[in-house]
């Protein structure tokens, strides 16, 4: 399995402005520290986060080619797959640093082995496959974030361990759990800092995973600009699970 020929290609690389640290420090604080979460959809009531604030757009990256439509909307993705807690804040914001409640926040990624959800066998791994595991999207809060349980990503040939990530604004929840219609107003990718990475790739069932790892500085997407591509700030441990926090700033 390896995307890297699709991956080679940033989708587009937007102009950025830097926020000041204190809106930052604000944002971050707001992502790691707010649970609600929203019933339903609504029209996007924008919330100011910091007066006066220019906030960083987060950089556009291609999907991949392990995309699939109708994701479920839930705030837990797992399905049982065994691996690491990883418990995601993700905070969305507009350039003036104003936070998106009821933006659709869709994210997937990889098992501990290495495979995608409906494209399982392309690493190597044959296991059962239904399609969902490892796929999902949540609507953010009134505070902008968006709260996912899932598990730490394994690797797979080529590419360093990586969370695709979508956000879309205008959608309608349906009765299946899924949701339709909309505005897709960003396109990334979420990583890790490689020390966390080197520490989960000696626990098991991530130990198991015998295909060669590709590191961040070895990645073909991952360019080295910290949260403004899509770094997350990572706390925990192997033993206790870890958080992964991020503002995304979004184009609307």
Request: aromatic residues 6%.
């Amino acid at each position: 399995m390896t995307d890297t020929s699709d991956d080679a290609r940033s989708v587009g690389r937007r102009t950025v402005l830097v926020a000041t640290g204190t809106t930052a420090a604000a944002l971050a604080v707001g992502a790691a520290l707010s649970t609600e979460a929203p019933a339903a959809a609504a029209a996007p009531a924008l919330q100011p986060a910091a007066a006066a604030a220019v906030c960083t757009l987060t950089e556009e990256l291609t999907e991949g080619p392990y995309y699939l439509d109708g994701a479920l909307v839930r705030t837990d993705i797992t399905e049982g797959k065994a691996g690491i807690s990883l418990k995601l804040a993700l905070t969305v914001v507009n350039s003036a640093c104003t936070v998106i409640p009821n933006a659709l926040v869709e994210v997937w990624h990889t098992d501990a082995l290495g495979e995608y959800s409906g494209y399982v066998g392309n690493n190597g791994h044959s296991e059962a496959d239904d399609g969902t595991f490892l796929r999902g999207g949540v609507l953010t809060n009134s505070s902008g974030v968006a709260n996912i349980t899932t598990i730490y990503p394994g690797w797979y040939r080529g590419r360093c361990i990586h969370i695709h990530v979508k956000v879309h604004t205008g959608v309608t929840l349906t009765s299946n759990g899924s949701f339709t219609g909309g505005t897709t107003v960003h396109t990334g990718q979420l990583f890790i800092n490689e020390t966390i990475t080197t520490a989960v790739a000696k626990v098991s069932p991530y130990s198991t995973n015998t295909t060669t790892r590709t590191t961040l500085a070895q990645d073909s997407i991952y360019d080295d600009g910290g949260a403004t591509s899509g770094l997350m700030t990572v706390t925990g441990s192997t033993t206790a699970g870890y958080t992964g926090t991020l503002t995304l700033g979004v184009s609307t």
